[in-house]
Structures are given as C-alpha cells and as structure tokens.
C-alpha cells in the first residue's frame, strides 16, 4: 500500500521557535509539495520540489523554506513560527511526467504557534 | 494565472438525497481535472479524474463530467450515505511542464444526516 508518512499530527509551538516538518514517500516519486489548508481557503502551495536537492516556491513562500536531501524525504521548515503559521500543514508526492497523475496525501500535521 | 472556483459550502442533505457541487476553472491550455476528498482526520485522496474534454470520471456512485465549453467539472451523486460526509476538493493539472502541481478549489463541506 503506498503510503505518504508525516513526523507528526500535532503540535504546539512557541513563537520564534524554528519548526521541521518532516514527510516521507515510499513510492519513489520525483515530485513531492507541501501544502497549508485553511478553512475557505483551500489547499495553498508553499514549496515544492521536483528531485533531490531541486526546489521551487509555490504561491506562498514567505515564512518558509524546504530541504530535500533524499528523493524519499521533504523537509518543510519554519525559520522563526509566527501565529499566523498556526495551520494544517498536507505534503504530497506524485509521479513525474504524465496528465493524470494522482498526488498521494499524507495526514497532515496541525500546527499550533502560541 | 489558472484558478479553481466551487460552490459555497456548507452543504448538508439528507441520506438518498441527489447531490451536486459546482466547479468552475479558468487555465490556459487543456488541463487535467480531479476531484479530491478529504475524510475527517484524513488526508485527501483521489476521488475521480478525467484528462480531456467530454471525459467522465466516476468512482464510487460519484461521476463529473469535463465540458470544455462551459469550463466545468461538476460532482455528482445519485443518492448520498451518511459516509459520504467529507470535505471535497476540485483540482486542476495545467498542460505542458507542470511537476505535477495541482491548483485547488476552496473546498466544500458536505454533511449527510440518516
């Protein structure tokens, strides 16, 4: 079963703490994203990346950066958490190349900064 | 830039009820569509696509059709159980080179009552 795994579902953080997010595949997909989803607002696009150590901004970027040093694993980071980072926060991954892909979710993780 | 637009939530039937939530897009090219699903305390997973114009995709008792001509992807089901109470997303795919990147819709709350 294929399968998109996050460090965590919950947690709590102070602000001006710096925040790892951590996702991993076991698909070998090229592409994997982080996501942050907000009631009304849907599904955002902070970073994603498209191989190892290749990164792109999404629609909003500020606030954040990623890292990915292994094909399997994503790194969303926040270099000092604000309040208005308090989300939940979805990576995903997918195949490359194609029109149909499917992006694979994992839980999510909710993030709240106090 | 592309965008995804869906009906105002919530929405809440009752069980056998029809039901039908709207999406609309604008995207140059021709891209890809989808429906995703998000279960309470869950991911999002794939729903139903469809890849080019007048395609239907279906998948458990739901169906949405590609009309190119109105740039819609409505969802659709017959008669709605209590277990299909999730939040849906519609989703495009923009043609050409796009690492797989999905621009979604706000999202809509559907509550069924027994």
């Known amino acids: 079963d294929v399968k998109v795994t996050q460090s965590s579902r919950y947690l709590v953080k102070r602000t001006g703490e710096k925040v790892f997010l951590e996702c991993v595949q076991d698909m070998d997909h090229e592409n994997m994203f982080w996501y942050r989803q907000d009631p009304g607002l849907g599904l955002r696009l902070i970073y994603f990346?498209?191989?190892?150590?290749?990164?792109e901004k999404g629609d909003i970027p500020e606030g954040y950066s990623v890292s990915r040093e292994k094909k399997e694993r994503f790194s969303l980071i926040l270099e000092s958490a604000s309040t208005n980072q308090t989300s939940m926060y979805l990576c995903a991954s997918t195949k490359a190349g194609g029109r149909a892909n499917e992006q694979y979710f994992g839980p999510g993780t909710r993030l709240t900064v106090t | 830039g592309d965008s995804v637009t869906q009906m105002e939530g919530p929405v809440t039937l009752s069980e056998e009820a029809f039901l039908t939530i709207n999406c609309t897009y604008t995207?140059?090219?021709?891209?890809?569509l989808f429906w995703y699903v998000q279960y309470p305390g869950e991911g999002l997973q794939l729903l139903l696509k469809?890849?080019?114009?007048?395609d239907k995709g279906s998948n458990k008792g739901f169906e949405a059709t590609y009309r190119k001509e109105t740039t819609s992807f409505h969802l659709e089901k017959g008669s709605v159980q209590v277990s299909d109470s999730a939040v849906y997303f519609c989703a495009l795919l923009a043609g050409g080179t796009s690492y797989g990147k999905l621009t979604f819709g706000q999202g809509t709350i559907l509550t069924v009552h027994p």
């Open positions: 469809a890849t080019k114009a007048d």
């Open positions: 990346s498209y191989d190892v150590k290749m990164k």
């Open positions: 995207a140059t090219g021709y891209p890809s």
